[in-house]
């Protein structure tokens, strides 16, 4: 059979065949493929840029904001409901850029009582980095927005979480911002170290800003310190870790990379990896490990620790 030149035929005929020859899919050559819109994307396009017109809007996502549209959009989608409930006024700017989330300066509600707050963004579900979190999620339920567990008998929830379908990954999100929420309100009440929170959304949480406005909190890691005050540090940090594990929290993460440090005060933050000690099979070696991480550091400083005994006595005092 001679080769059809494709081109010579429209979409409304059918490519000839030789008898007995199967025939061909039909030809759709004049409707190439559309990729899928991203929806980061669309919903930049529908919200409504601040102008001077719009009074606290223009405030709310500032111009001075160095920000994507696409970023504008999902900042506007998690914070907004703050705006709305007049706890904050404005984004003033991005204080941190994580693989799992971004911080935000915001300025304060006079409402409030204080001048500056701190928004935590977690970025959307599929591109979160962090591994074997399996491990810290054992022994807890998985939680909705309003901190209300999702049923076992809920077998549909729980086998889109198990199998990573969008919306597993999005519930499971959303359960482990809820955590952090009500893990760090505990802890603040009970006295802890940690930045008070004040609301959360499905991938949002706003919180105690610990800085200025044109320079946040440092973590400790990226400042030095006197020996003095290391040990001082120190011994503040292994009381914090006693606290926590009175209350049922073990930080999952603890190290310098997460302690803020701010004219002698200090805030540990991230928590939503926290793992329950008396749930879940794997906490006290994740409990040994925090500990660990800090003796490390404070070595550097010639602070003299023992880590497997301040372990020990600490879990044996709390956890047994």
């Known amino acids: 059979m001679n080769r059809i030149n494709p081109d010579t035929f429209d979409d409304d005929f059918d490519v000839p065949v030789e008898p007995g020859e199967r025939r061909p899919r039909r030809l759709n050559l004049y409707r190439p493929h559309k990729p899928k819109a991203d929806k980061w994307k669309v919903r930049a396009g529908l919200v409504e840029r601040p102008g001077p017109e719009q009074g606290d809007h223009e405030l709310f996502l500032s111009r001075s904001l160095d920000a994507t549209n696409e970023e504008r959009a999902y900042l506007f989608e998690q914070l907004s409901r703050f705006h709305a409930a007049k706890l904050i006024t404005g984004v003033l700017r991005r204080v941190k850029g994580g693989k799992e989330a971004n911080v935000y300066c915001c300025a304060a509600h006079p409402n409030v009582g204080l001048e500056l707050m701190a928004a935590k963004v977690y970025r959307p579900r599929q591109f979160r980095n ?5 491990q810290y999620r054992q022994g807890r339920p998985v939680l909705t927005v309003n ?7 809920d077998w549909r929830a729980h086998k889109a979480i198990q199998n990573k379908t969008r919306f597993g990954l999005l519930a499971a999100q959303t359960s482990w911002v809820e955590y952090e929420f009500l893990t760090m309100k505990r802890l603040h009440d009970a006295g802890a170290d940690v930045p008070q929170p004040f609301r959360n959304s499905e991938h949002a949480l706003l919180m105690e800003y610990l800085g200025e406005v ?4 440092p973590t400790l890691n990226l400042i030095g310190l006197e020996r003095a005050e290391a040990q001082t540090l120190f011994d503040q940090l292994l009381h ?30 991230d928590f939503p990896q926290m793992v329950d000690p008396h749930a879940n099979p794997d906490a006290r070696a994740i409990f040994n490990r925090d500990v660990e991480r800090l003796c490390q550091y404070f070595a550097r400083y010639g ?4 880590a497997v005994a301040i372990a020990r006595d600490f879990w044996k005092r709390h956890a047994t």
């Open 240 to 269: 914090n870790v006693e606290l926590m594990l009175a209350h049922g929290v073990v930080h999952g993460d603890l190290s310098a990379y997460n302690v803020l440090y701010w004219e002698g005060e200090i805030r540990i933050i």
């Open 303 to 306: 602070v003299q620790a023992n």
């Open 214 to 217: 044109g320079m946040a909190a």
């Open 130 to 134: 962090l591994k074997n979190d399996a």
């Open 147 to 153: 901190g209300q567990v999702i049923s076992q008998k």
